[in-house]
């Protein structure tokens, strides 16, 4: 009997910028990702519904130290908004619990409707989301049917722009905080409409700073994969790229050198707790932050595998 041999892994470095596709959960388009680079240690930088596609920060390796960053980061979305319909998963995949008449619309009643949900606002999370209650998964209680109280968080709406619309759909571009859900916006709207709304379509379009991306799918990288080692390793950029809105600091030998061993360097300039550290050959070595004029190590980077 013909056995498959087991997938040997192996040390990689880098981040990808995966465009997920719609049908997979973040973590089942990590793990296919993972295999074809047959990388020991992977991790995603925030879920993506199952519905949704788009840019998925795929962190290996060390770059895995940054991903609880990219986690914080605003995410830009594209999303067509199904009007006069609302589903218990706020999405096309849940059941229709309720439906309206969308009343006649035009730019100016949108638009007004819209404003309201610019800037810092108050968003109840949906029960179809892995936030917890007591314990356990708010998704599998809403599997269950069960419902539970949810408290308001707040949230920043930073841009909110109507695309285009029909008599039943809206096409909306957000940008927004971490921890909103575009579920909720769009039932909120679909509410202050007087008619209900849920997705119908979600795209992730960008994670700041990594603006108008350019990401693979997954068929691309499984091509590139059969091309070689050499050419798949190619789509990773480097984890810097990846926070490149931060501020840096440049190190001499000596500061290099005492900052690998995690001793603290005078340092003029404003406290910060997120500064890129560069060695005195220009490579990145790891995060920092300056406190009191010292500029302290947060996370160094292991330079041996790079």
């Not at 619309?105 to 968003?123: C, M, N, P, S, Y």
């Not at 003029?268 to 550290?277: F, I």
Request: charged letters at 25%; aromatic letters at 4%.
């Amino acid at each position: 009997m013909n056995r498959s041999k087991p997938i040997q892994y192996r040390s990689v470095d880098g981040v990808l910028l995966l465009d997920k596709p719609t049908g997979l959960t973040s973590n089942q388009a990590l793990q296919k990702v993972r295999r074809l680079f047959r990388a020991k240690k992977a991790g995603h930088t925030g879920s993506l519904d199952p519905l949704a596609t788009g840019l998925l920060p795929l962190c290996f390796g060390e770059a895995t130290k940054i991903s609880s960053y990219l986690l914080e980061a605003d995410k830009h979305y594209l999303t067509t908004c199904k009007l006069g319909e609302v589903t218990d998963s706020g999405d096309q995949t849940g059941l229709v619990v309720e439906t309206h008449t969308v009343p006649v619309l035009d730019e100016h009643k949108i638009e007004a409707v819209l404003t309201r949900f610019r800037g810092d606002i108050q968003q109840i999370p949906p029960m179809y989301s892995a936030l917890h209650h007591q314990g356990e998964r708010l998704y599998k209680l809403a599997r269950r049917g069960e419902q539970v109280e949810r408290k308001p968080r707040p949230v920043r709406i930073s841009s909110l722009q109507l695309v285009e619309f029909t008599a039943d759909s809206l096409i909306l571009k957000v940008a927004c905080s971490k921890g909103t859900y575009i579920r909720s916006l769009v039932e909120d709207i679909g509410k202050a409409l007087d008619c209900g709304a849920h997705v119908s379509s979600l795209r992730r379009m960008a994670v700041e700073p990594l603006i108008e991306p350019e990401m693979q799918t997954l068929e691309q990288l499984e091509l590139l994969a059969e091309e070689g080692d050499k050419t798949l390793f190619s789509c990773l950029i480097p984890m810097d790229q990846a926070i490149a809105h931060w501020p840096e600091a440049r190190l001499n030998a000596n500061q290099t050198q005492a900052m690998m061993h995690g001793q603290a360097q005078a340092w003029q300039g404003k406290d910060t707790e997120k500064l890129r550290l560069y060695g005195d050959t220009g490579q990145f070595i790891g995060l920092g932050r300056i406190e009191s004029g010292r500029l302290l190590a947060k996370r160094l980077i292991n330079t041996e595998s790079h």
